[in-house]
């Protein structure tokens, strides 16, 4: 695959792969930054790899979900020896730009950010890529790798305690 090719396939999700992953590590907008040069980069690393270029969207999407699950897992084992990183304690900084939202949005979406904290990585990441994404448990699947089933599990755990959050138990 050409530069040229690779970069009018990629232009297109570059948006859908900086809100992966800002709601991944939200709300250090660092290591999100940090993510997705580094998927970008492994896509174009292994573009020659990739074999049907109308694939080329979940092709480059699972990437992005590997690199940022091992990007998420690197950061845990480094902070469980050092303590958290000056990145980590930035929480100041919003996904999007407040006066794009109507009056109080910008609160409202800074809560409904803050409410995903609750949720452990792999709820998260399956409520993310179902209801932001739109993907089913079939296409998380084959981005992540782990079995639908288990995605519909985490999805409906996730849920749960989600319910649970917001009703006070």
Known sequence: METEEFNQLVT???QDIANLTRSY????TTLADDAQQTAVFRAWEKRDELKDPASFKPWV???VV????NMYEKEQRR??????????????INLVDPASLPNQGADLFNAGQRVLDIL???ERLAI?????FGYNSSE???LTGIIASTIRTRIQRGLTKLRKHLKGE
């Open 12 to 14: 297109p999700l570059l």
């Open 25 to 28: 590590f939200y709300p250090n």
């Open 61 to 63: 999407m699972q990437i």
């Open 66 to 69: 590997r690199t940022c699950h």
């Open 79 to 92: 902070s469980r020896h050092t303590g958290p990183s000056i990145d980590i304690m930035i929480d100041n």
């Open 120 to 122: 452990t990585e792999p």
């Open 128 to 132: 993310i890529l179902r209801y932001q």
């Open 140 to 142: 998380i699947e084959q």
